[in-house]
């Protein structure tokens, strides 16, 4: 099956300051998407992309589908403590709905 | 909208028994999806229903988890017996088609000890 790349896997940062994660794979997709999970939640999805070269923001979160169609990336913005979570990039398989994740980006900000 | 239902929240258990999860989607969502999340590891979906019909069963380990969508809308996902590596948490989710966001539930902590 279809593997994601995600770095990094954990980020420690103070909060205000920017964050920046990626995603990437040897295939190439024609949907890209960015979640959040909480602690004791289930994944909630944050932006979604479906065009190579598409750059979209949803508030403080910005997330853009690279060119290649086989990374994107997100970044948040001064962030803030409920930032913290664990952010996950998922794509469609190919033949149908199938969602593959990546092994998640576990942010944490300190006051 | 009330989102996707699942309980318990927790459950531990011995190696070797039994154990179901309980799911209730959205109403009026047609897709329902049942995912295994282990600790550090990004969700892997483990069987997908359109309706009360199976769509992908393809990474189920059928030999001891099976999953059933009475009346394609509340759906059950078992284990029997349970192994220790089937610790996890199992999330369900939900959309309106297969081609539309999904909405998962809180997920089911499953420990097997």
């Known amino acids: 099956g279809q593997q994601l790349n995600q770095s990094p896997q954990s980020m420690f940062i103070q909060e205000g300051e920017d964050v920046s994660m990626n995603c990437t794979s040897s295939s190439i997709f024609n949907t890209w998407l960015w979640y959040k999970q909480d602690p004791g939640e289930g994944p909630v999805l944050l932006i979604a992309l479906y065009k190579a070269g598409e750059l979209t923001s949803n508030g403080r979160l910005t997330a853009q589908f690279g060119i290649t169609r086989k990374d994107s990336f997100l970044n948040i913005s001064a962030s803030i403590p409920s930032d913290v979570g664990i952010y996950f990039c998922a794509t469609p398989e190919t033949s149908g709905s199938r969602l593959t994740f990546g092994e998640g980006t576990q942010l944490t900000v300190n006051p | 909208e009330a989102g996707v239902a699942q309980s318990p929240r927790y459950k531990i258990i011995e190696k070797r028994q039994s154990v179901a999860f309980w799911c209730n989607p959205i109403?009026?969502?047609?897709?329902l999806y049942w995912y295994q999340q282990i600790l550090g590891q990004g969700p892997k979906l483990l069987i997908q229903f359109q309706n009360n019909g199976v769509v992908d069963d393809s990474q189920l380990p059928k030999d001891r988890f099976s999953a059933e969508r009475l009346k394609g809308v509340d759906s059950t996902l078992k284990i029997q017996p349970a192994k220790l590596e089937d610790s996890a948490v199992y999330l369900c989710?939900?959309?309106?088609?297969?081609?539309?966001?999904?909405?998962f539930g809180p997920g089911t902590r499953l420990t097997v000890t």
């Open positions: 109403s009026g969502h047609a897709t």
């Open positions: 989710a939900s959309s309106f088609s297969p081609r539309y966001e999904q909405y």
